[in-house]
């Protein structure tokens, strides 16, 4: 989902991770770790001393004041080894120099300050992927809000069988894994035999270079972006349709509203709530652009599909530079967190 | 009288949104018909749009030459993992959601920080942990990371604040534990958020690419993610594999969402997000 399923698949780039493991990882954690340490002790699977030791009565009666924290522990304990704690030790990474070096010898990381920060303000290539990313948010987000608000009101005139059954042919798209996305656009794509291309040949178009070139290839990857995007929150705006009750257009059309005049004035601003959220998660999702990229263009050509979170990824594993990485990481959760504050304000004030 | 009225505008309306559905779904039709046509078909001038005989070849090919059972295996063991994840959110769920006590309210907003946090962020230091856990290179340590997300969590405090306190009260009364009460009360009484929740973590770990990438180092740990990325980087391009390769990834999620696809909409609007 939004936030989830738009997680699922993230992928990571190939040959240079396989180098990152190679190293000697297990030494790393004397150093990279310090941050969590502490707390790794408690959650190793041989210690789990506490909940066994009180056997008194683990689940059956007792004091009720232990009962909700057994009930929240396990899944707690996992957010906070895997969301809260990665953030932490990338925090302290990004004051480092490590890097495939340090992974093998931790004696060699350097304590660099706020240095990696300075490198990659005066980075071209950092300003690049800033623009980049800018690019996609100021285009792909209304026209994502838009086309899938447009599939939603459409898909709410009626209730017939049929238009259930188009609801999913919408929504398809965006629970489908990127792997075999790419696999399939980049078949659609291909300059020499892809279908899009030999559709131009017959009316004697073409060939357009769908991912080699750059102003082409943002283009190119914005749409499966768009095509991915789009029947999630389409769902989201047709839920929120549907929960609007049916004596309020009733009464619109009692006033004489025509039904433009209603959507205007009655249905629009009932989806505030879901338009809210659609564009927080939308917004976010194209801050972290990075699977459509990464699957299909890696970033190319010159560089005009690398998006800061590409620019991140290649920076830590293609050219091992995990200090640096890091630091850009937590620029982009800055800015996220940001962007997402001045929303949550503007929202705020709107009430 | 509105019928008929409407009538036209339901006719405009399904016909727009009919064209658009084909556009949307053409990609997997091409899809599925490429990946059973011969090689020499998927790159013939002009296309072919259906083949000239169908042919399973290139899937026998992924099952037998190719590592694709194994991963398939992989996978859906991936899965099973996660289906454990979506018992411990359940729980957590319900302790949001039915219970007071201390530090709650800061303990939930923790959970809800994490959804900010983006996975590129997290990826380096998420795999220092995982290896000083020695989980790295497992079927385990492929799933720890997607086990429990804040989201599902959130959805679940969401749809259980509305199971009535009484019920869970009387069966107190009745001398029921509390993790009984959870199994036998709370659990049932949440079909439908647990079915949605279901689907979504069914759908997460199946299509999950980058922890099987960065976790499984060695190919027998590969799922079907990871196996099918391969197939990408080969040199010579054989559309017709690569495409039954896209396939078996997404036939099966195709499935379960034309099973599901009610629960997905019912539970959207059930949790709150209006």
Request: glycine share 8%.
């Amino acid at each position: 989902m939004t936030s989830d399923g738009r997680a699922a698949g993230r992928p990571p780039g190939g040959a240079a991770v396989l180098a990152a493991r190679g190293a000697d990882v297990h030494q790393e954690r004397e150093s990279v770790s310090r941050a969590g340490r502490g707390r790794w002790s408690l959650l190793r699977p041989g210690a789990p001393g506490r909940q066994t030791r009180r056997r008194t009565g683990p689940w059956g009666r007792r004091r009720a004041g232990a009962t909700p924290y057994l009930f929240i522990a396990p899944a707690c304990l996992l957010l906070a080894l895997f969301g809260i704690l990665p953030i932490l030790v990338a925090a302290v990474v990004s004051t480092t120099d490590l890097d495939i070096g340090g992974l093998g010898d931790p004696s060699t990381i350097r304590f660099l300050g706020l240095d990696n920060y300075e490198r990659l303000f005066s980075d071209p290539k950092f300003w690049q992927a800033l623009r980049t990313t800018t690019l996609f948010v100021v285009l792909g987000v209304p026209v994502i809000i838009a086309l899938s608000l447009t599939i939603a009101v459409g898909l709410n005139v009626s209730t017939s069988r049929l238009f259930t059954v188009l609801r999913a042919f919408y929504f398809l798209p965006a629970i489908t894994a990127i792997v075999a996305v790419a696999l399939v656009w980049g078949y659609l794509y291909n300059s020499q035999f892809g279908l899009l291309n030999q559709g131009l040949a017959l009316v004697g178009l073409g060939p357009v270079g769908w991912l080699s070139d750059p102003n082409t290839a943002r283009v190119s990857v914005a749409v499966v972006a768009i095509w991915r995007a789009t029947g999630l929150n389409v769902i989201i705006f047709l839920a929120a349709l549907q929960a609007i009750p049916q004596d309020y257009h009733d009464a619109a059309a009692l006033d004489g509203a025509g039904r433009w005049a209603t959507f205007r004035f009655v249905t629009f601003p009932l989806l505030r709530f879901a338009l809210f959220f659609v564009t927080v998660t939308t917004l976010i999702g194209w801050l972290q652009f990075f699977d459509e990229p990464y699957v299909l263009t890696k970033g190319g050509p010159v560089g005009a599909t690398t998006s800061v979170s590409l620019f991140i990824f290649q920076n830590g594993f293609s050219f091992n530079q995990f200090g640096y990485a890091s630091a850009g990481s937590i620029i982009l959760f800055i800015l996220i967190a940001a962007v997402t504050a001045v929303q949550l304000r503007l929202r705020g004030s709107d009430d | 009288m509105t019928d008929v009225r409407r009538r036209p505008l339901v006719i405009a309306t399904g016909t727009a949104l009919g064209l658009g559905a084909l556009v949307t779904s053409f990609p997997f039709f091409w899809m599925i018909t490429s990946s059973l046509k011969p090689a020499s078909e998927a790159i013939s001038v002009p296309p072919r749009v259906l083949p000239s005989r169908p042919s399973f070849d290139a899937y026998v090919r992924l099952f037998t030459e190719l590592d694709f059972a194994r991963y398939l295996v992989n996978t859906v063991v991936v899965v099973a993992f996660c289906a454990v994840g979506l018992f411990l959110m359940a729980m957590a769920g319900y302790g949001f959601a039915k219970f007071r006590f201390r530090g709650r309210e800061a303990i939930f907003l923790a959970v809800l920080t994490t959804l900010m946090i983006p996975v590129q962020v997290s990826m380096i230091p998420t795999y220092l942990i995982l290896n000083e856990l020695h989980l790295t290179n497992t079927l385990l340590g492929i799933a720890a990371p997607m086990l429990v997300s804040a989201f599902g969590i959130f959805l679940f405090r969401q749809f259980m604040t509305t199971i009535p306190t009484e019920l869970l009260e009387a069966a107190r009364l009745d001398g029921a534990g509390e993790f009984r009460i959870f199994t036998t009360i709370v659990l049932p009484l949440s079909k439908p958020i647990v079915a949605v929740q279901g689907v979504l973590v069914f759908i997460g770990a199946w299509n999950s690419f980058l922890w099987p990438l960065v976790i499984a180092t060695e190919q027998d740990k590969y799922t079907l993610a990871v196996g099918l990325s391969l197939l990408n980087q080969q040199i010579t391009i054989n559309p017709t594999l690569q495409m039954a390769g896209a396939s078996v990834m997404v036939v099966p999620i195709i499935i379960v969402f034309v099973i599901f696809q009610r629960h997905i909409v019912q539970g959207f609007a059930l949790s709150g997000l209006k």
